[in-house]
């Protein structure tokens, strides 16, 4: 395999030369491979999509996970959907937290992503207020009697094994397992190849929560560089907060992130309306 061809629409692909392969098989849920590129390091693929390079991951999940945290403020208790690879981990253990549980389905994406991605976790799953749970995440979420302040759903596109994951009974489970005042965050593909998927997640989360506001990370592996995320929660102020209650809410984590500040994280709500779907 001298290069990876990964086909986002039917009238566009991308191309990156496999200048080393270092994993390639199949787990009980999905493909997977893992390669090196010249340009972007170490890149992780599942089912033919590209979920992280080394070069740029790191805007992807600190965007997931900075942005619900930082506008809740106060979150002690995170669970987090997906995202065996840990780098949504890393971001969230940044914040004050109590425990962080991770719900993965696969144990093979957390066994290579250690092994062959260290540094996107950075030691995450060691971390003493980490809970790792290998099982489905909407059975966990219908069957636990947790709650928490803030959920990430770190999935892969509604295809598969995260297909589940994008369903409005999902959603109302979700909405059981929050505290009063808390946060959804979730992916939702890529805004320009899929903005009906954008607007499906958006009209379901504003329905069950009440109000869901999309916001943009820019990702250059992702189809059109531009990877559509979304939050969710009862009040729509709290989701895209004050810049002055962001700047004293980031003080703690002041150069610790690479791409996420105040400034990205209001910016990024108001990019949205390019893809025509400015929802509130």
């Not at 980490?130 to 959920?151: H, K, L, M, P, R």
């Amino acid at each position: 395999m001298r290069s990876f061809l990964e086909k986002s629409s039917d009238h566009h692909s991308q191309v990156l030369s496999v200048d080393r392969l270092l994993h390639q098989g199949r787990t009980a849920f999905q493909d997977v491979l893992i390669f090196e590129n010249r340009l972007f390091g170490r890149v992780l693929v599942l089912d033919g999509v590209i979920q992280l390079t080394e070069w740029d991951n790191h805007i992807y999940h600190e965007m997931i996970a900075h942005v619900p945290l930082m506008a809740h403020g106060l979150a002690k208790r995170v669970l987090v959907i997906g995202g065996g690879d840990g780098g949504t981990l890393k971001e969230v253990l940044k914040h004050p937290v109590e425990e962080v549980v991770l719900i993965e389905i696969d144990r093979e994406v957390i066994e290579l992503s250690q092994r062959f991605l260290p540094g996107v976790s950075a030691g995450a799953f060691s971390d003493p207020r980490s809970t790792v749970i290998v099982g489905d995440g909407t059975e966990y979420i219908a069957d636990t009697d947790s709650q928490f302040d803030v959920i990430i759903i770190d999935s892969t596109d509604p295809v598969g094994p995260g297909e589940q994951l994008f369903s409005e009974a999902f959603y109302r489970h979700c909405r059981t397992r929050l505290l009063p005042g808390g946060i959804v965050a979730v992916q939702s593909g890529a805004g320009f190849h899929q903005p009906e998927l954008l607007a499906k997640v958006c009209d379901r989360l504003g329905g069950v929560f009440g109000t869901a506001k999309p916001f943009l990370a820019p990702v250059p592996t992702y189809a059109a560089g531009a990877l559509a995320l979304v939050v969710a929660g009862s009040s729509g102020k709290a989701l895209r907060a004050p810049r002055k209650i962001l700047k004293e809410r980031f003080r703690p984590l002041e150069g610790r992130t690479r791409y996420y500040r105040p400034e990205v994280h209001r910016a990024a709500f108001t990019m949205v309306p390019v893809f025509g779907h400015g929802h509130t």
